[in-house]
């Protein structure tokens, strides 16, 4: 329990999202921040829609409807959503395409549809989206999982959402230079991917940038679960049985090929299957998508517990002792609040509800002395990146949780 205001904080919230909010050929959206991020981001608006549940669960519903209203119908690429969609138009000289990119973001659709009909009730919107949702997934088992290993490889940085994380330089397609080369080469790569018609198979052959991320595969396995219990509740019992079989196997992959033991948590890189190495905190997110055993969960836990309980402003995305840590660069440590929501979110899964509200408690610190920036110096809680950003606002959903407004969440519990 932490103690806050809530209609305080649900009067900040509102305020911010709301100046953010966009209208555009009949949609709404709330974009990130104003003049940096001014187009739709996919795990932005589920996080977005997350908030506005409780603010506005009407616009939580639009929020979702927009993410999906790109989606691709056609092609070899049917059923993806873009992880962003330009509703002004704007897109071509980076995808040449005018209106969306050609990658995807973190799957949280379904999560999200699931959480604003926890509260809302209305079930209409979740039936919408249905459709989309699975073929978002099956997408992910077409195109996405070259060596079928029931684990999603991914094309560009940028579809992890963590654009620049360390991780990404031991890669085969990167080589850390400067942060200015390295986002040169991510801009870069966007042309090859449309050179090889993003083809995940003939990327990973000529050594492009191909990972199976351990947060990535743990979040989609949190969105197949979620499918599942949409589906059962409104959909198609058939399918609710066929995704939550494939959530338990994205599971199973993840234990049996990116957690080698208690200590070694490791990703793998391309085809060749080579350890990525150290993932600093999205081992953390793991927790979310219950891709781990109780035990390793619990190992995880108890770093947290240290984390949290730390003078450092929890929780640095590369720990302090990493050589690429930098605490006021892009993605070289920061602290992130949706990836602080994600392990908040798992840590409850798992029951340690206490290390959970210690971090919620310490993520309002961090707005209180900043304000809803896009980022966090870990070490001095100064606020990075853009202002007003529309994500940050995710503390309001922590606020729900720690004052009781929510009953268990469907996931808690269920590994
Ligand atoms: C940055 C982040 C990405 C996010 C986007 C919009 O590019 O790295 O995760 O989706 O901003 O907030």
Redo the contacts with the bound molecule.
């Keep these: 329990m932490i103690d806050r205001d809530w209609s305080e904080w649900c009067d900040e919230a509102r305020a911010l999202l709301t100046s953010n909010l966009v209208r555009s050929n009949g949609h709404r959206y709330t974009r ?2 104003p003049s940096v ?1 001014e187009q739709q ?4 608006s589920c996080f977005h829609a997350i908030v506005w549940r409780w603010l506005d669960p009407a616009m939580a519903h639009d929020e979702l409807r927009a993410v999906v209203a790109h989606q691709l119908d056609r092609g070899a690429d049917a059923g993806m959503v873009p ?1 962003m969609t330009y509703w002004a138009g704007g897109g071509e000289t980076l995808w040449q395409r005018p209106e969306r990119s050609v990658i995807t ?1 973190p799957p949280l659709i379904a999560v999200a549809a699931e959480q604003v009909l926890h509260v809302s009730g209305d079930d209409r919107a979740a039936r919408e989206l249905l459709p989309a949702i699975r073929s978002y997934h099956d997408w992910f088992d077409r195109r996405r999982d070259p060596d079928g290993d029931d684990l999603v490889s991914l094309i560009h940085p ?1 579809e992890t ?4 994380a360390p991780r990404w330089n031991r890669t085969r397609y990167f080589n850390e230079t400067s942060d200015d080369a390295s986002k040169a080469q991510r801009h870069a790569l966007v042309a090859d991917l449309v050179r090889y018609d993003c083809d995940a198979l003939a990327l990973a052959q000529a050594g492009y940038f191909h990972v199976e991320a351990i947060d990535y595969n743990t979040v989609r396995a949190a969105d197949l679960d979620a499918l599942s219990r949409l589906e059962a509740r409104v959909g198609d019992p058939g399918q609710a049985a066929l995704r939550s079989a494939k959530a338990a196997r994205v599971r199973a992959a993840v234990r049996r090929k990116m957690l080698l033991s208690a200590d070694e948590v490791v990703d793998l890189e391309g085809l060749d299957e080579k350890p990525i190495g150290d993932e600093g905190a999205a081992k953390y997110v793991a927790l979310f998508g219950r891709g781990v055993e109780p035990a390793l969960a619990a190992q995880l836990a108890e770093e947290l517990r240290a984390i949290v309980s730390a003078p450092i402003h929890p929780i640095p995305t590369v720990p302090p002792s990493h050589p690429q840590f930098g605490p006021g660069r ?2 070289r440590g920061n602290v992130w609040p ?1 990836v602080n929501w994600l392990v908040y979110m798992g840590l409850r899964q798992y029951g340690h509800h206490d290390i959970a509200t210690r971090l919620a408690e310490r993520t309002f610190e961090l707005v209180e002395q900043s304000g809803f920036r ?1 980022y966090f110096n870990p070490l001095t809680g100064e606020g990075c990146g853009s202002h007003n ?1 529309s ?1 940050t606002t995710l503390v309001l959903d922590m606020l729900a949780r720690e004052t009781g407004r929510v009953g268990a969440d469907p996931a808690e519990g269920a590994h």
Excluded: I
């Excluded at 981001?41 to 932005?44: A, M, Q």
């Excluded at 959402?161 to 620049?164: E, F, S, V």
């Design positions: 990130p921040a991020y981001w996919l795990w932005d992880h973001q940028w959402g963590w654009d620049a892009y993605w949706q896009e950003h994500w």
